[in-house]
Each structure stands twice: as structure tokens, then as C-alpha cells.
T-cell receptor, first 112, second 113 residues
């Protein structure tokens, strides 16, 4: 059975801290891995990763994929209260009609 | 650019009632899908469509029906609501079925009593 596991499930940090969120997967026909940020409403797209070892970066957020060890990490440096959200990891599979397999999410709370 | 629009935002139903959750996108995306989000279970795919006139079942399709008469609209019908269908429902669209990121609507919070 295809599965995606995120850790930790929740995390509390203070502004300015650096955090690392983990996503591991066991799937067949891996196509890509995606990260989303969810603040109360719609998940918003952060990154899509298809190749190992190539870091994707957007401001203070960065992510990398390891296809050999089957995991990805999402790093957030110099955290701000606006980073408080649930971060979702999802895996896209070949020949599955666009179905994404989501992890349970990591709830990040950044305290001032 | 509105993106993906879902209505209503909130709904309370009694067991056995039926209703339709509306979803429209203005990005000319071919692929549309419906997910439900439950605590501790992540997002799970209910139904999806790779283009107008084509629909297929996802992971948890029982109790739901969909149709895709136009590229823009993808309504989700609850045939006979059950308490197990209490959830947050998200409609999403993307350029293609896989290989491109999903764009989500703001969700419909449904409670079935």
C-alpha cells in the first residue's frame, strides 16, 4: 500500500528559529513529491521535486529530495509567526489519474 | 483571477438529505478533483476528471457522485448524507493529471447530523 509519513506531527518554535520538516514515502511508480502550506483554508503550493539532490528554494524556504532513501525535507530558516501553518507533503504517482497521496501534515506553530 | 471557487463554505445536513457542492475554475485546467480532509487521515481523493465528459473514482468514492459537463465546473453530489461524511471538502484543479501542482479551492465544511 502506498503511504506517505510526515514527522514531526506538530512543532512549536520561537521566531528566528530554523526548522526541518520530514517526509518519507513508500510508493510504487513515484513521479514527484510536492509540498503545500495550509493556513486554515486552501493548501497553497510550495515546491514540486522530481530529481534527487536538487534543492528548490523560495525565500526562507527550501526543500530537497532523496530518491534513494525515499524522503524529502522542508527547511524554514529565520521563522516568523506568519509561517505558522500545517505543512503537507504529497506524492504524485505515474498512471494513477493524477491522484496525490498525502501525508498527515506537520502543524508548525511559531511563537513571537 | 479567481482560481478555484467552491460554494458553499459551510453546510449542515441531516442524515439522508442530499446536496451538491459546487466547484468552478477559471484557469482552463483539464484536470479537476475532489478531496476530503479528516483529522489524522490527511487528504483523500474522492473523484477526479481528466477532461469534460470524463470522470473516474478515487480512493473513497462511495456515497458521492460527480459529473463534468464543462471544463470549468465539477460539482460533487452527496446522494444520501451520512454522519461519516462530516468532513472538509476541497476541490482542486491542475493543468494535467499528474506532473503539475494542484490548485485548491478554499473548502466546504460539511456537518451531517
Amino acid at each position: 500500500e502506498d503511504k506517505v509519513v510526515q514527522s514531526p506531527l506538530s512543532l512549536v518554535v520561537h521566531e528566528g528559529d530554523t526548522v526541518t520538516l520530514n517526509c518519507s514515502y513508500e510508493v510504487t511508480n513515484f513521479r514527484s513529491l510536492l509540498w503545500y502550506k495550509q493556513e486554515k483554508k486552501a493548501p497553497t503550493f510550495l515546491f514540486m521535486l522530481t530529481s534527487s539532490g536538487i534543492e528548490k528554494k523560495s525565500g526562507r524556504l527550501s526543500s530537497i529530495l532523496d530518491k534513494k532513501e525515499l524522503f524529502s525535507i522542508l527547511n524554514i530558516t529565520a521563522t516568523q509567526t506568519g509561517d505558522s501553518a500545517v505543512y503537507l507533503c504529497a506524492v504524485d504517482l505515474w498512471n494513477q489519474g493524477g491522484k496525490l497521496i498525502f501525508g498527515q501534515g506537520t502543524e508548525l506553530s511559531v511563537k513571537p | 483571477n479567481a482560481g478555484v471557487t467552491q460554494t458553499p463554505k459551510f453546510q449542515v445536513l441531516k442524515t439522508g438529505q442530499s446536496m451538491t457542492l459546487q466547484c468552478a475554475q477559471d484557469m482552463n485546467h483539464e484536470y479537476m478533483s475532489w478531496y476530503r480532509q479528516d483529522p489524522g487521515m490527511g487528504l483523500r481523493l474522492i473523484h477526479y476528471s481528466v477532461g469534460a465528459g470524463i470522470t473516474d473514482q478515487g480512493e473513497v468514492p462511495n456515497g458521492y457522485n460527480v459529473s463534468r459537463s464543462t471544463t470549468e465546473d465539477f460539482p460533487l453530489r452527496l446522494l444520501s448524507a451520512a454522519p461519516s461524511q462530516t468532513s472538509v471538502y476541497f476541490c482542486a484543479s491542475s493543468y494535467s493529471a499528474g506532473g503539475s501542482p494542484l490548485h485548491f479551492g478554499n473548502g466546504t465544511r460539511l456537518t451531517v447530523t
